[in-house]
């Protein structure tokens, strides 16, 4: 037999026509998109790099309006991270180690993750609504002016709740996973050694979780930054402009203003911007590990 | 600095323990001087690491009282108690330079800067960790890493005892020989007591002064390297120790002689009538020598050449023993004779030594 058989690759191709037509041609449809204007009636006029430039230029409508909600976006990605990765290493702490009661924990923190988004949008478009929703007519009940619909700091507030509330559970099962891989002997030895609860944190348990921290901080951003569903069921982006996050805006401009060449041009800048945070979180990890390696 | 007693310690897992196999430490009296070095010596499970343990105190025994100097202990913290332990597996902190990390236990203990300084260069100097002192402690070796775990238990003075849970277990076999030795130096220096648990009898034997055989929960033996392999006291602790461990052969004991399978072989002392539970003889390999003069027939299974010594497989009648051979003696054929040092011959009744008369 043969070593090397060129037919081989007929055992591959079956992939190749799946990726083509699941990835390459829409991608290169969006690509033909951004670089011509749309008008109705199916009609394009070349535009070259005209969209990009102003999309990158501040001062231009498109480039203003996409500036703003990249920094919508960001805010949004700083404040969930600075929320859920605190609270999650708190909780994974504070879990049960073992027994029925670890069970029920386990079971109730792997809820929301299983919710899918726009229900849960749903739930929390309902429960924070001022006027029937049990969680925004306590709060007004207590004095406080909470309606989403109509203040931008309650529409925040109501987004960054709702996702503490879906994806606090992530880090903290994570966490929980690193913590469990702890030998014993590093506890026993911190007591021997008489280090306080505080001590054992940072020394033990931080030094040890760096590693599915890295990954929870990288999943967790990359979502945020993603996010679409939730905020869009809830708030729909408003009020005004105030939640309209980079893909509500994308959406707003392909759909609603049917501007495919500008909405194209976005979404390949918001498609780069994702992939060069994975390059850099990817290329930073396996420095990480590699690093790691030559020591041990 | 200090000396343990333990007064009638057991562990049972199990709030209402019922027979012996309910303890993982059958109740035992044991006290421990300072300045020695004991290894606590028993196959996997028989209850070694739980009584270390207890006095570490990371497990309350059920039953018993632990005094230190004749403190009762039992119910201290470990952080309060003034040990110091070397993990099976180096626990060292991660991000923090070999300084750092013998510095720690000082730190949390709320010491002065320059007292710390001191300590750790006292400490780092005796373990021969003063050249990476500022090196990150994750970036050594196995055994310099078990340096350091020593290290900060050798950092505080107020420190009791040292105790040691088979810390030699992922050390390369080349420097575990110099890592025992260190650990030798570092006791014959401190004046420390030090409790050294292990499955290896070559590591117990070479680094303590008094050796404690366990096995199934109980102690067995406490004695120096050599009562343990002239005269143990259970039939154990004589197969356990020793390589090849002792021979044992099922008998009839009375007066000066003992018959095994119808050979009579002469002992040194007298004995009792021996009518009562399993009567068996036991005698190292080392004082069974094959002979060309007079001595108990016995056929030849097989020589096994160590290189240092020629063991012989033998039987003695229906039974197997081991004999060493002599480096002159030429062996032909399956049939030869040996010569037993009576004064070598131990009897034991259900497992125990019988003394003679």
Redesign the interface.
């Known amino acids: 037999m043969k070593p090397y058989d060129n037919r081989a690759w007929l055992l591959v191709l079956p992939v190749f026509a799946v990726v083509l037509f699941s990835a390459v041609l829409p991608l290169m449809t969006v690509v033909n998109y951004s670089v011509q204007d749309s008008f109705g009636n199916n009609q394009f006029f070349w535009n070259g790099m005209g969209w990009f430039r102003e999309l990158l230029d501040p001062s231009s409508e498109l480039g203003g309006r996409f500036l703003a909600a990249l920094g919508r976006n960001l805010v949004f990605s700083g404040i969930i991270l600075a929320i859920e990765v605190p609270l999650g290493i708190l909780v994974a702490l504070c879990m049960p180690r073992r027994g029925w009661r670890l069970a029920v924990v386990m079971v109730v923190m792997a809820l929301p993750l299983l919710v899918p988004w726009n229900v849960v949008g749903t739930i929390w478009q309902v429960f924070a609504r001022a006027d029937i929703g049990l969680f925004g007519a306590a709060v007004n009940g207590l004095g406080i002016d909470y309606n989403y619909a109509g203040n931008a700091t309650a529409a925040w507030f109501t987004v960054i709740i709702m996702d503490v509330w879906h994806w606090t559970s992530l880090i903290a099962l994570l966490c929980y996973a690193g913590l469990r891989a702890i030998?014993d002997?590093?506890y026993?030895?911190a007591?021997?050694?008489?280090?306080?609860r505080w001590?054992v944190f940072r020394?033990?348990e931080l030094?040890?979780l760096k590693r599915v921290l890295v990954i929870g901080v990288l999943l967790r951003f990359i979502d945020s930054f993603m996010i679409y569903t939730e905020p869009f069921v809830v708030t729909g982006g408003g009020p005004g402009n105030a939640t309209t996050f980079l893909s509500i805006d994308l959406v707003k401009l392909a759909l609603g203003q049917f501007d495919l060449g500008k909405a194209a041009a976005m979404s390949l800048v918001y498609n780069m911007m994702t992939l060069l945070v994975c390059w850099v979180f990817f290329t930073a990890m396996t420095q990480l590990d590699a690093a790691r390696e030559r020591?041990? | 600095m200090a000396r343990i007693t333990l007064d009638g310690i057991g562990h049972a897992y199990g709030p209402r323990p019922g027979g012996p196999a309910d303890y993982a430490l059958q109740p035992l009296d044991l006290v421990w001087e300072q300045g020695l070095a004991y290894a606590l010596l028993g196959p996997s499970g028989c209850g070694k690491t739980t009584l270390l343990n207890i006095i570490?105190?990371?497990v309350q025994p059920s039953h018993g009282r632990l005094l230190f100097d004749g403190t009762d202990v039992t119910h201290l913290?470990?952080?309060r108690r003034n040990?110091?332990?070397v993990?099976?597996?180096p626990?060292i902190?991660?991000?923090?330079t070999v300084a750092g990390n013998l510095a720690?236990?000082l730190r949390?203990?709320g010491m002065d800067r320059a007292g710390i300084v001191q300590q750790v260069a006292r400490t780092a100097a005796m373990l021969g960790l003063t050249e990476v002192l500022d090196r990150?402690a994750?970036?050594l070796s196995a055994d310099a890493k078990q340096k350091i775990?020593l290290g900060?238990?050798l950092v505080r003075q107020d420190v009791a005892a040292v105790l040691f849970d088979e810390p030699l277990t992922v050390i390369d076999p080349g420097l575990k020989w110099e890592l025992r030795s260190k650990l030798k130096a570092v006791h014959r220096a401190l004046d420390l007591l030090m409790i050294y648990v292990t499955h290896d009898q070559t590591e117990a034997l070479t680094f303590a002064d008094q050796v404690v055989v366990m096995e199934g929960g109980q102690v067995l033996q406490v004695g120096t390297p050599a009562e343990l392999f002239e005269r143990p006291d259970h039939t154990f602790v004589g197969h356990f120790i020793g390589s090849p461990g002792m021979n044992l052969l099922p008998a009839e004991v009375s007066g000066m002689e003992a018959r095994v399978d119808g050979h009579a072989l002469p002992l040194a002392g007298r004995y009792a009538p021996l009518d009562a539970g399993r009567i068996e003889v036991g005698v190292r390999p080392d004082f069974v020598a094959l002979t060309d003069g007079p001595g108990l027939p016995v056929q030849v299974d097989r020589i096994d050449d160590l290189g240092r010594v020629r063991l012989a497989r033998v039987r003695l009648g229906r039974h197997r023993m081991v004999a060493t051979v002599p480096p002159d003696a030429v062996v032909s054929g399956s049939e030869a004779r040996v010569r037993i040092d009576p004064a070598r011959i131990h009897v034991y009744a259900d497992s125990r030594r019988v003394a003679p008369l």
């Open positions: 030998p002997a590093y026993q030895a007591r021997i050694d008489g280090a306080g001590a020394n033990i030094p040890k020591v041990e | 570490s105190g990371l913290p470990t952080e040990i110091a332990q993990f099976q597996f626990v902190y991660d991000t923090m720690f236990p949390n203990r990150p994750r970036n775990s900060r238990g």
